[in-house]
């Protein structure tokens, strides 16, 4: 049966424990509440994830108690890109055993320069070719300097196995021209909140999103407000959203979405070095923020 994928699905943090450690028992707490406010799914282990930060035990263990405390008929996406084609082979691999439905795989970039359309096609391919599980493109740009061409995404969309992208860019037009021009059962989700809404309303199939970890209600009120076509309730919502974004994201980096999360009785802990925690002044804003917009 072919997975299908919309919807609302946080790009979860990691929390890790005083002494540095990843916090299960927090992670498994984060879970449960997420659980109730109608998310679609959830992605361990991608950027907000801290992904690049953790060792490969970490992942796993990640993986397996998000697994085990989501509820049925929740999907499971897991970041897989690593720099080597074999090297992500073996993590959606390893994904795959643990019980992941898809995995999100984001352009290699040590060697920036060198990660051409043809590169990134063969890169894309070797991987949908040998993974268990379906594979989403992952256009970061803002993170890995790397854009994938509108012309290389429509070439892999053909491909059995690449079922999707996650577009980060914050190019309206690009995920516009992307929804448009794929094949009807590749689906393209935003990653990018200040153009999430105008993503829903050019035919996106949901989000994948930071924000989704402090106001998950929110966001899942504004995708269920897209498929209904109410689109004024679609622009309350997103003003609403956008100045918790901007304060979760951007310049506040994960340090301040860890301190949101927190305020708001979740367990974030801090960001592992070398990223850095929320600044006091970066706080204040912070925790007016999420009182003005009433969630605190």
């Known amino acids: 049966m072919a997975l ?12 890790f424990g005083e002494d540095g450690s990843v916090d299960l028992n927090a992670l498994r707490a984060n879970i449960h509440r997420w659980n109730q406010y109608g998310l679609h799914g959830y992605l361990m282990c991608g950027s907000t994830g801290e992904n690049p930060l953790l060792s490969e035990n970490e992942r796993v263990a990640i993986i397996t108690t998000a697994k085990g405390s ?81 012309e290389t995404v429509l070439t892999l969309a053909e491909h059995p196995n690449i079922i999707g992208m996650k577009d980060s860019s914050g190019n309206s037009q690009f995920f516009a021209a992307a929804v448009r021009q794929s094949p009807a059962d590749f689906v393209v989700f935003s990653g990018n909140l200040p153009t999430f809404a105008q993503s829903l309303i050019s035919g996106g199939a949901g989000g994948v999103l930071a924000v989704a970890n402090v106001a ?22 997103h003003n609403l959203l956008q100045p918790i974004s901007e304060v979760t994201g951007g310049s506040y980096g994960i340090g301040g979405l860890k301190y949101a999360m927190t305020l708001l009785g979740y367990s974030a802990g801090e960001p592992r070095p070398p990223l850095l925690s929320a600044t006091e002044a970066q706080q204040k804003t912070i925790k007016q923020t999420l009182e003005t917009v009433g969630l605190l």
């Open 70 to 150: 989501m509820v049925e008929g929740m999907t499971l996406l897991v970041g897989t890109g690593r720099e080597s084609t074999a090297d992500t082979i073996a993590a959606c691999e390893q994904a795959a055993r643990i019980g992941a439905d898809a995995a999100l795989v984001v352009t290699p970039s040590y060697y920036r320069p060198l990660m051409t359309a043809t590169a990134l096609e063969r890169h894309y391919r070797a991987v949908a070719d040998a993974s268990p599980i379906p594979v989403l493109l992952y256009n970061m740009p803002a993170f890995t300097g790397v854009t994938i061409a509108l």
């Open 4 to 15: 299908v994928l919309e919807g609302i699905f946080p790009a979860v943090i990691t929390p």
């Open 216 to 237: 998950p209600e929110i966001c899942v009120a504004l995708f269920r407000a897209a498929q209904a076509q109410n689109f004024e309730e679609v622009q309350r919502l």
